[in-house]
Structures are given as structure tokens and as C-alpha cells.
Nanobody, 124 residues
Framework: QVQLVESGGGLVQAGDSLRLSCAAS????????MGWFRQAPGKEREFVSA????????NYADSVKGRFTISRDSAKNTIDLQMDSLKPEDSALYYC?????????????????WGQGTQVTVSS
């Protein structure tokens, strides 16, 4: 059974950095796309970034391009999200997700497995 466990969230100030990590287990993820989404109170869950497990091609939402970097460690089965130059509008519950397809998707329905989320709060 696939399990995704996020960690690394916290409270930081605007301009600070934070690194989220997602520990993936339960199968090999070759051929999968691994993604990060976020959801702020009262808003829909939105795409942040994704990476192809095989090959490492990356995809980013325009709102985080140039500030966030996604990476994966095949040996540890982890997917990290390095977040730099954080803004108050980045505050949200961040979710790790896995998609049973080698092609990118940015909608929540395109992903098959989800973690429980980790909270990121950026104060101004």
C-alpha cells in the first residue's frame, strides 16, 4: 500500500526558506509523477510542483517558479520541496501526491495517492 508522509513544515518569516520532505513507501515509483499541492483556508487545493520519478523532469506553477525547487532521491524514496523567498501568500497546508502515470498533471484528480499534509505559515 502506497504511503506518503510529509514533514518539514513550520512557521517562518517572509523572505525565509523552508524545506519540505515527502517519504514515499509501498512500491517502486518508477514511471510515476510525484507532486506537491497546497491548500489555504477557504481556497481550493492548487498545484505547486511535480517531478517525474524516472528522468527527473520538473514542472512548476507560475506562482512559485524561480523560488521553489523540487527534487527526488531515488535511494531514499523521498521527494523534497525547497522553498526560498517565502511570501505570506505561500502559507497553506502542503500535500505530497503520487500519480500513476509518467505524464504531468496539475489537477488534483490526476493524482492517485495523497499524504496528510504539513502546515507552512509565513508571517509578514
Amino acid at each position: 500500500q502506497v504511503q506518503l508522509v510529509e514533514s518539514g513544515g513550520g512557521l517562518v518569516q517572509a523572505g525565509d526558506s523552508l524545506r519540505l520532505s515527502c517519504a514515499a513507501s509501498g512500491r517502486t515509483f518508477s514511471g510515476y509523477v510525484m507532486g506537491w499541492f497546497r491548500q489555504a483556508p477557504g481556497k481550493e487545493r492548487e498545484f505547486v510542483s511535480a517531478i517525474k520519478w524516472s528522468g527527473g523532469t520538473r514542472n512548476y506553477a507560475d506562482s512559485v517558479k524561480g523560488r521553489f525547487t523540487i527534487s527526488r532521491d531515488s535511494a531514499k524514496n523521498t521527494i523534497d520541496l525547497q522553498m526560498d523567498s517565502l511570501k505570506p501568500e505561500d502559507s497553506a497546508l502542503y500535500y505530497c501526491a503520487a500519480r500513476k502515470s509518467p505524464f504531468f498533471a496539475t489537477d488534483t484528480q490526476g493524482y492517485d495517492y495523497w499524504g496528510q499534509g504539513t502546515q507552512v505559515t509565513v508571517s509578514s
